[in-house]
């Protein structure tokens, strides 16, 4: 396999990266490429094109989720010197930014395909993905409702409550203040909510990249 062949089948794990990610990770191994100047000592130092792009996904998702797992925990094998730096991910090219929660849960979904693990085993991951998603959207369905739904009330009763101004004055005041805290709450809950969804996006990728990562341990032991 050559420098061309070997970039082409990088392409098919990698080309479904958001696009600065992509453009990064493949200048990233361009420009491996063109350090070694031996294409075969590049290509024994990074190993197979799933091999590197599944290390180079892991050191992705662990930036943008702000993990500390390290792909040097699993890396092993006789590598080269420049293997062993990229393992440890001093030169994985920086993502783009921090990453949404759909392009988070993108990388996981990469990270799986690519990953050398058994057959069932990635059919458990896809699983746990999914069923992670669903409860996700379910969660994030809960929290709409109920901060509309607070929204609505608070709305409503400062219409309702503006019909007896006149009649007690008091009593329009408790019920303005009551429907402001009502619009508040709705409001709060739902970006209390955006920030918790997110927080169970980072926790079902940390939880299925440790998932990967011990089989990865397994496999080097």
């Given at each position: 396999?050559?420098?061309?062949?070997?970039?082409?089948?990088?392409?098919?794990?990698?080309k479904?990266?958001?696009?600065?990610?992509?453009?990064?990770?493949?200048?990233?191994?361009?420009?491996?490429?063109?350090?070694?100047?031996?294409?075969?000592?590049?290509?024994?130092?990074?190993?197979?094109?799933?091999?590197?792009?599944?290390?180079?996904?892991?050191?992705?998702?662990?930036?943008?989720?702000?993990?500390?797992?390290?792909?040097?925990?699993?890396?092993?094998?006789?590598?080269?010197?420049?293997?062993?730096?990229?393992?440890r991910?001093?030169?994985?090219?920086?993502?783009?930014?921090?990453?949404?929660?759909?392009?988070?849960?993108?990388?996981?979904?990469?990270?799986?395909?690519?990953?050398?693990?058994?057959?069932?085993?990635?059919?458990?991951?896809?699983?746990?993905?999914?069923?992670?998603?669903?409860?996700?959207?379910?969660?994030?369905?809960?929290?709409?409702?109920?901060?509309?739904?607070?929204?609505?009330?608070?709305?409503?009763?400062?219409?309702?409550?503006?019909?007896?101004?006149?009649?007690?004055?008091?009593?329009?005041?408790v019920?303005?203040?009551?429907?402001?805290?009502?619009?508040?709450?709705?409001?709060?809950?739902?970006?209390a909510?955006?920030?918790?969804?997110?927080?169970?996006?980072?926790?079902?990728?940390?939880?299925?990249?440790?998932?990967?990562h011990?089989?990865?341990?397994?496999?080097?032991?």
């Amino acid at each position: 396999m050559n420098r061309e062949q070997y970039l082409k089948e990088l392409r098919k794990y990698l080309k479904r990266l958001p696009k600065d990610d992509y453009e990064n990770a493949m200048e990233y191994f361009t420009e491996y490429f063109d350090d070694a100047g031996n294409d075969e000592e590049a290509i024994r130092e990074l190993g197979n094109p799933r091999e590197a792009a599944s290390e180079l996904l892991t050191a992705l998702l662990d930036k943008k989720t702000g993990d500390s797992l390290s792909v040097t925990t699993f890396s092993s094998g006789e590598t080269g010197q420049r293997g062993r730096r990229y393992r440890r991910g001093d030169s994985v090219p920086e993502p783009d930014s921090k990453g949404s929660p759909l392009s988070i849960l993108l990388i996981v979904c990469l990270s799986i395909l690519a990953a050398p693990i058994a057959a069932p085993l990635a059919l458990t991951a896809f699983v746990l993905l999914l069923v992670g998603v669903i409860l996700i959207l379910f969660a994030v369905f809960c929290v709409f409702v109920c901060s509309v739904s607070f929204v609505i009330i608070g709305v409503f009763s400062l219409i309702k409550g503006a019909a007896f101004a006149a009649a007690s004055v008091p009593g329009f005041l408790v019920i303005f203040g009551g429907s402001l805290l009502s619009v508040g709450l709705g409001v709060l809950l739902f970006i209390a909510g955006i920030f918790f969804c997110k927080w169970l996006v980072l926790a079902l990728a940390r939880l299925i990249q440790r998932m990967l990562h011990k089989r990865r341990v397994k496999k080097d032991e």
